[in-house]
T-cell receptor
């Protein structure tokens, strides 16, 4: 089955700096890669996703890159703000979002004002 | 994005009782919903996949007779924790797939505490 590794497990940055979270996956058939933000006591919120037919996708301060050959994808947050502090999860899936997602272990991001 | 609700958000019950958790897709139809369990400071663990009108598919190690799932309509799936025990205390989260956008959205979660 699929195995998703996520690094780092914790990340502390100064407000305004960039943050990068990296994930690797094992199943070459995976072709859907969403990222979720989870605040304390709440459910995960989809912040961006990418499918295997593109290498990069951007939405304001958030971007995701995908390298299918190397089987890794990354989340980039620029100009970080204190409200970006949360736990971020990457995930991978075969086919589409209707298939089960395999999650990474999560990254706790702390943005210091 | 699409909205998924869960009810209740928090429940405390006595050992041996059963607890039902509802998951609703509010503005889209979801033929597929998923149920996850999350322990503190850990990732999400998939418990089962719920398909409207058919039996749920449970992940290995998840007792189907203990965690009853019903997906009777395109907007509602329920998880019933039967004869709950303290070790069942956890954060339960559902998600639903919006077929029109092919995206999976999560509910806000239900905190279950079994005394």
């Amino acid at each position: 089955g699929e195995n998703v590794e996520q690094h780092p497990s914790t990340l502390s940055v100064q407000e305004g700096d960039s943050a990068v979270i990296k994930c690797t996956y094992s199943d070459s058939a995976s072709n859907y890669f969403p990222w979720y933000k989870q605040e304390l006591g709440k459910g995960p919120q989809l912040i961006i996703d990418i499918r295997s037919n593109v290498g990069e996708k951007k939405d304001q301060r958030i971007a995701v890159t995908l390298n299918k050959t190397a089987k890794h994808f990354s989340l980039h947050i620029t100009e970080t703000q204190p409200e970006d502090s949360a736990v971020y999860f990457c995930a991978a899936s075969r086919g589409n979002a209707g298939n089960m997602l395999t999650f990474g272990g999560g990254t706790r991001l702390m943005v210091k004002p | 994005g699409a909205v998924v609700s869960q009810h209740p958000s928090r429940v405390i019950c006595k050992s041996g009782t059963s607890v039902k958790i509802e998951c609703r897709s509010l503005d889209f139809q979801a033929t597929t919903m998923f149920w996850y369990r999350q322990f503190p400071k850990q990732s999400l663990m998939l418990m089962a996949t719920s398909n409207e009108g058919s039996k749920a598919t449970y992940e290995q190690g998840v007792e189907k007779d203990k965690f009853l799932i019903n997906h009777a309509s395109l907007t509602l799936s329920t998880l019933t924790v039967t004869s709950a025990h303290p070790e069942d205390s956890s954060f339960y989260i559902c998600s639903a797939r919006d077929a029109t956008t092919d995206t999976q959205y999560f509910g806000p979660g239900t905190r279950l505490t079994v005394l």
